[in-house]
């Protein structure tokens, strides 16, 4: 098969044949039609991560957000079949630890990271090998097509689990989200569906229009005020009671923080580069003065994937509607570069994958 290698950070990826992965016991190989290409793909890619011990080898396959159809099973797998249309979480879990059994896979301390970590080579490729696969893989509605189901890759996911577990958004609430990439819009149009009222900031004009098209009822140039916080409390009455960092630096953080009105919330979604480290000082006292909460989120529990796609099922989300633009494996590395100066809008798929 093909499948796109990182053999240097930001060099180009190498697409090579390699040996088809076969299935252990309890695990699935699965046809990928459709694989997101992601930020986080972005930071693995440039070698982020290092000062967390997550810095992604050398010689991995990358992709992580794949959706396909089951070719082949282990023997001990009884839940899904070839022939299975599936989307695989890229937060995989063992399914028998405590966190899994308690509807928390995606925090498993046991589980594994899709194509970051060399035991789960990753999607770029024609087939990805999936660990625990009666736990971890999700049957896709028939409504539901490969392109949409590899849209809601780690973003749409993350985003839901972030609003609609983490922070148990309401209707009515004033949500701020800050950063309009895909994972930025996801949660624009995820508030919007359960009710928020959305105020997007972003510094681009098409991301901001794109947030404006998926929902948003206000948006924010960051570029074109002095004062970000100031300006979504003016749109708001007083603050956000829920506020996104869904790009991962130290402005957009605590910008996220000091928009909130009193007993806010922020969820921090968005991934740090190498300028934060991993570190974004916060006002800690006015978070201490106004009973602010501040929470982390990473995808969402296999176990809970039912929720969100129903929705896109019944036609109330529309993961499509941010997919920009379709490439082939080859192109790959020239998408990942374009991510760097921010060159991207919405969300980008592979979708060929042959010669």
């Known amino acids: 098969m093909r499948a796109a290698v990182l053999e ?20 699935a190989v699965v046809a990928v039609e459709a694989c997101g290409i992601c930020r986080s793909d972005w930071h693995a890619w440039q070698g982020h991560g ?3 011990d997550d810095d992604v080898p050398i010689g991995q396959v990358l992709g992580h957000e794949p959706a396909g159809r089951v070719v082949e099973t282990g023997d ?10 599936v989307v695989v979480p890229f937060n995989l879990g063992d399914g028998t630890c405590g966190y899994c059994r308690n509807g928390h896979g995606n925090v498993c301390t046991g589980g594994w990271a899709l194509g970051f970590e060399s035991d ?3 999607a770029f490729a024609e087939r990805v090998a999936v660990p625990q696969a009666d736990y971890n893989l999700v049957g896709l509605p028939d409504s539901v097509d490969f392109d949409a189901a590899a849209a809601l890759g780690c973003r749409y996911v993350t985003a839901f689990h972030a609003l609609a577990h983490r922070a148990d958004i309401a209707a009515g609430d004033r949500v701020a989200v800050h950063g309009c990439g895909g994972l930025g819009l996801a949660a624009v149009q995820i508030a919007s569906a359960l009710g928020a009222s959305v105020i997007a900031v972003d510094i681009r004009e098409d991301p901001l229009a794109m947030a404006r098209d998926v929902g948003a009822t206000a948006v924010v140039d960051a570029s074109a005020v002095a004062d970000v ?6 749109e708001t009455d007083g603050g956000a009671e829920v506020s996104v960092d869904a790009l991962g630096r130290a402005e957009t953080c ?3 923080v000091r928009c909130l009105r009193p007993r806010g919330t ?12 991993g570190e974004v000082a916060l006002p800690t006292d006015w978070i201490t003065r106004w009973d602010i909460d501040v929470l982390g989120s990473r995808g969402m529990p296999p176990s809970r994937y039912d929720e969100l796609l129903r929705l896109v099922a019944d036609g109330t989300l529309n993961p499509g509607a941010l997919v920009t633009r379709r490439v082939a494996l080859e192109e790959v590395s020239e998408r990942l570069a374009a991510m760097t100066d921010y060159g991207t809008d919405g969300i980008e ?7």
Do not use: C, K, M
């Not at 001990?76 to 249309?85: H, Q």
């Open 50 to 52: 290092d000062w967390a």
């Open 266 to 277: 922020h969820v921090q979604v968005g991934l740090t580069t190498d300028a934060e480290r």
């Open 229 to 234: 916080p100031a300006a979504i409390e003016a």
């Open 120 to 122: 789960v080579p990753g």
């Open 76 to 85: 001990r797998v009884t839940t899904v079949s070839a022939g299975d249309r």
């Open 254 to 256: 605590r910008n996220s």
């Open 8 to 27: 240097a950070y930001d060099e180009p990826l190498a697409v090579r044949d390699r040996d088809p992965p076969t299935p252990d016991p309890d695990g």
């Open 349 to 355: 798929l592979v979708t060929e994958f042959g010669r």
